[in-house]
């Protein structure tokens, strides 16, 4: 018998496997209608226009099928030193102080296995990508929960909740703005406390940047990196997946201190040795690339956005300030996130996920609507199939 390791038990699915899995059975989806696939992050925006090119030109680079550079090409880590640099004012050396990753997922967990220890607390919020808090937990840490609230439709950080979820054992905290899943963002003042409480608590800061340009109405990109005192206590986690819609090329990258990155680097390269080589040539012109394509699709996105909150006009969901989700609270309608999901499928022919394992109370009230990858066409049949679920007993 194989034993179970400890660091697993606190692991759990996050429902978006299972529900694709049902998806792809048309038999348990009502027949009448297509599925609508709002249960993961995939998407039909268009992709930068130099990915495919820069990728087909430089297959046969021997680069390209390299081990080598194990942590990233010194030209790849240069744009992203100057494409952080742009929106922070701060510049990373990219000898020393950036290291690519195969996506910002397995930059987060590189992140987390450098700087936490058993038991030690990660702030987090609540709703939270559920692959952040398991790799909290694979690193052996604990998740800290602090709330974002409803306030006028929309998603604002509880700050007496961020400051409450700091205990004895908290290390450090991992945010992102706008939020998986909520679309949640981030104001000033929210990143003032948050980079406040970090200096006053000797706390470091994991900061997913991976959706930071994706922001509607006008918002703000506000970056914790402009704050005092937090480029030496900061890592700055980011990815191709989500800005540049690159999901299948798996480029991330992890920049901050060099002593952490240092440690990074190892933990990356006994993970999975090398970043992808046929990734790098696009992803460096990508990033040294006109970057208009991003603001013509957060466009798109944004008026995706808008017809979903007005097509369910009186359905509990909460305006988000980015990303490219948003949640519906069928705590509010008398039902658990899995039932619902169930219902969704099997009566409206919608996928979508719940959010059991989240977060905490926040997260376990909500199924998560992704508007990323069904067009508005399909997107306006929503109101005609959720009149006809149970959903509205």
């Known amino acids: 018998m194989i034993r179970r390791a400890q660091r697993l038990n606190s692991v759990r699915g996050f429902g978006i496997d299972r529900v694709a899995a049902a998806a792809d059975r048309p038999a348990e989806a009502n027949p009448d209608w297509p599925v609508l696939r709002m249960e993961n992050l995939d998407t039909d925006l268009p992709l930068p226009p130099e990915a495919v090119r820069a990728t087909v030109e430089g297959l046969e680079a021997p680069e390209a099928n390299s081990w080598l550079p194990f942590t990233g090409d010194l030209q790849l880590r240069a744009a992203i030193a100057d494409f952080t640099a742009e929106r922070t004012?701060?510049?990373?050396?990219?000898?020393?102080?950036?290291?690519?990753?195969?996506?910002?997922?397995?930059?987060?967990?590189?992140?987390?296995?450098?700087?936490?220890?058993?038991?030690?607390?990660?702030?987090?919020?609540d709703p939270t990508y559920a692959g952040i808090v398991n790799r909290i937990h694979l690193a052996?840490?604990?998740?800290?929960?602090?709330?974002?609230?409803?306030?006028?439709?929309?998603?604002r950080l509880d700050r007496d909740g961020l400051e409450a979820a700091i205990g004895p054992a908290t290390t450090g905290m991992l945010l992102m703005s706008p939020s998986m899943p909520s679309g949640g963002t981030?104001?000033?003042?929210?990143?003032?406390?948050?980079?406040?409480?970090?200096?006053?608590?000797?706390?470091?800061?994991?900061y997913d940047a991976a959706m930071?340009?994706?922001?509607?109405?006008?918002?703000?990109?506000?970056?914790?990196?402009?704050?005092?005192?937090?480029?030496?206590?900061?890592?700055?986690?980011?990815?191709?997946?989500?800005?540049?819609?690159?999901?299948?090329?798996?480029?991330?990258?992890?920049?901050?201190?060099?002593?952490?990155?240092?440690?990074?680097?190892?933990?990356?390269?006994?993970?999975t040795t090398t970043p992808v080589g046929i990734a790098r040539r696009?992803?460096?012109e990508v990033l040294r690339g006109d970057q208009g394509h991003v603001a013509e699709c957060v466009a798109e996105l944004e008026r995706r956005r808008d017809f979903l909150l007005e097509a369910l006009e009186g359905w509990p969901v909460v305006n988000p300030g980015g990303g490219w989700s948003l949640l519906l609270d069928v705590a509010k309608l008398g039902f658990q996130p899995e039932e619902a999901s169930?219902?969704?499928?099997?009566?409206?022919?919608?996928a979508a996920t719940g959010m059991r394992g989240w977060g905490a109370g926040v997260a376990e009230r909500h199924v998560r609507f992704v508007f990323s990858a069904e067009p508005l066409e399909?997107?306006?049949?929503?109101?005609?199939?959720?009149?006809?679920?149970?959903?509205?007993?």
């Open 89 to 125: 004012g701060h510049r990373y050396d990219p000898e020393t102080e950036i290291v690519i990753t195969v996506g910002g997922m397995e930059g987060l967990l590189n992140s987390l296995l450098a700087t936490v220890s058993d038991r030690d607390e990660i702030v987090v919020t």
């Open 140 to 155: 052996g840490g604990t998740p800290a929960f602090a709330p974002f609230r409803v306030v006028d439709g929309e998603w």
């Open 378 to 393: 399909r997107l306006r049949g929503i109101p005609k199939r959720l009149e006809k679920t149970s959903l509205l007993r």
């Open 282 to 284: 696009a992803a460096t």
């Open 342 to 350: 169930r219902l969704l499928l099997e009566e409206a022919s919608i």
């Open 186 to 206: 981030f104001d000033e003042e929210d990143w003032r406390l948050a980079c406040d409480l970090c200096r006053e608590r000797d706390l470091f800061l994991i």
């Open 212 to 271: 930071e340009r994706l922001l509607f109405d006008g918002r703000p990109l506000v970056h914790p990196l402009r704050f005092d005192g937090m480029a030496e206590r900061t890592l700055v986690v980011g990815s191709l997946s989500k800005e540049h819609r690159m999901i299948g090329w798996r480029v991330g990258w992890v920049a901050g201190p060099a002593a952490t990155i240092g440690d990074i680097g190892w933990a990356h390269i006994y993970n």
